[in-house]
């Protein structure tokens, strides 16, 4: 089965998410999908898996046109999706899970059957596994071989992975590969999305680069390099070369001395997250974390934001050891405020007043004798909505009602404004415009600038670099490179962490 791709977009308003991508695949070939967060890889592979309907364009399969409604059209054209976030069910068995859906309408089926009926596919991929066990009890490993055989059992022609080794060990990734490699004797196209360029050198064909929505490259692997893709990723030349991997705490400020704010030494998360990561950080520095989904930047975050509380090694918050951080409250009273990642979800309260979101982390400044003054409280948001250059109609109107950027500028500002000497921001600017995401990059300089450190985790390569003193790189759960100065580049940032980390 051929997969031809035309013309396709993706529109939204006045925004292309995907402007008029094509290429070919052939059966038996392994495609990767690359670009920047943001290029478009997700939209084209969910308009390919059926969850997302084209604005323009076609698809079709062996010269024979396709429109999916729902992803249920396109499993029946045999196109698969394997998300990043496995959608297996925990409690049924593995066999059960292979053939969920498989069985024409019947609603008793015996175990034996199931296992019997089961084991084809798992042997094609060579799955050796129990196929009575229950899901819950197999590897995160385990359970993407599980729904590789899921989708042979339905017939799958074309497998979309999404980051399918961003989770794995580097064992556990070979495994994978092998099985992918089963999937080419098939005949079945493999097209995956993945930031580690290594693997993309070593285990696929094509590689089709996507940059703002738009394809700007296909080519084959075996005729490309790292500093190739690299540069058709982030739209201009890069060397070729290997980052050097990096002391942590070697970036511009001395961290050796008094003025650490920050200290993570050899700190783990027993369950996975970090594993021996040791980090400064001192007063007044902007440090930028980054890697793909899953690396570790994140889990640095919730680390010091008493989200996820390390098991092993030891944290320092501005000299003086601290017991791990178990919750938001605990990280305040050590002096860390903490903005998260997603607004609307875990930020903002949206039905409440713009004057009510900025204010409630610290009421206490305008209240005397318990009984919080509405004058004092309405001087201040003043103050500050005109000093963010707010755009708004009262500060009585629900925050909800205000532009993303706008939105974001009265989360920043309610932390700020706590005073804490240390600011941990999950992802600054996630979903503002161009203009206020120059604005909050000022801001937070400004901060900084009165000697409050600042830690962000970014999926945003250039927001990485710009906004950054230093920049962190993180991969499988460890710091694998620390840039500062000249070195830090986007393409030294994206090479370091799309580069495979050695197990020692």
């Keep these: 089965m051929t997969l031809e791709v035309r013309e396709l977009s993706k529109t939204y308003g006045n925004t292309d998410a995907l402007a008029a991508v094509s290429f070919t695949a052939h059966p038996g070939q392994t495609l990767a999908i690359l670009g920047q967060n943001g290029a478009g890889k997700s939209t084209l592979v969910k308009i390919l898996a059926g969850v997302l309907p084209p604005t323009a364009g076609s698809v079709a399969l062996d010269g024979k046109p ?31 899970n292979i053939l969920i859906g498989s ?23 060579g799955l050796d596994v129990d196929l009575a066990e229950p899901m819950s009890a197999l590897t995160l490993a385990q359970c993407q071989l599980v729904e590789i055989a899921k989708a042979l059992s339905r017939n799958a022609r074309v497998v979309l992975l999404d980051e399918p080794t961003a989770a794995l060990s580097d064992v556990e990734a070979e495994r994978l590969f092998e099985v992918l490699e089963r999937l080419r004797r098939r005949g079945v196209i493999t097209l995956y999305i ?40 982030i739209g201009g030349p890069t060397a070729e070369s290997e980052p050097a991997t990096a002391a ?59 989200l996820q509380p390390h098991d092993a090694g030891q944290l320092e918050i501005g000299g003086v050891p601290r017991r791990p951080l178990r919750s938001p409250l605990h990280a305040r009273k050590a002096g860390v405020a903490y903005v998260p990642g997603d ?63 706008n939105q974001q500028k009265i989360l920043l500002a309610s932390r700020i404004y706590m005073q804490t000497p240390i600011l941990i921001i999950d992802e600054p600017t996630r979903g503002v415009d161009v203009g206020a995401r120059s604005e909050i990059h000022a801001l937070l300089a400004e901060v900084a600038a009165t000697g409050t450190t600042i830690v962000f985790a970014t999926s945003d390569l250039k927001e990485a670099v710009s906004l950054s003193d230093r920049l962190l790189v993180f991969q499988a759960g460890r710091l694998v490179d620390s840039l500062s100065g000249a ?18």
């Excluded at 396709?66 to 593995?94: C, H, N, W």
């Excluded at 993309?200 to 080519?219: E, F, K, M, N």
């Excluded at 309405?378 to 009585?396: G, H």
């Excluded at 070195?487 to 197990?503: M, Y």
């Design 194 to 233: 993945s930031h580690r360029l290594d693997e993309v050198l070593t285990h696929t064909d094509r590689a089709l680069i996507l940059r703002d929505g738009r394809s700007v490259a296909c080519y084959d692997t075996a005729d490309a390099s790292r500093a190739r893709l690299i540069g058709d990723m």
């Design 66 to 96: 396709m429109t999916f409604s729902s992803p249920r059209d396109a499993l029946k054209a045999g196109i698969v999706l394997i998300p990043q976030e496995l959608a297996y069910l925990r409690s049924l068995s593995v066999a059960e």
């Design 248 to 306: 942590a705490g070697s970036g511009r400020p001395s961290t050796d001395g008094p003025a650490a704010a920050i200290r993570l030494s050899a700190v783990s998360h027993r369950g996975g997250g970090l594993a021996d990561v040791s980090m400064t950080v001192t007063a007044g520095e902007i440090v930028g974390l980054f890697g793909v989904r899953g690396s570790g930047h994140e889990a640095v975050i919730r680390t010091l934001a008493g």
């Design 487 to 504: 070195d830090k580049t986007e393409a030294n940032a994206l090479s370091a962490a799309g580069q495979q980390f050695e197990v020692r």
């Design 343 to 405: 607004r609307k979800k875990q930020g903002l309260a949206l039905d409440q007043s713009l004057r009510q979101n900025l204010t409630a982390p610290q009421l206490g400044r305008f209240a005397s004798l318990g009984k919080v003054s509405r004058r004092r409280e309405q001087e201040f948001f003043e103050t500050v909505a005109s000093r963010l250059r707010l755009k708004y109609a009262a500060s009585t109107q629900p925050i909800r009602e205000l532009s993303g950027g």
């Design 103 to 125: 069985w024409n309408g019947q609603r008793v089926v015996s175990q034996r059957r199931l296992a019997g009926a089961a084991a084809e596919f798992a042997e094609a991929i």
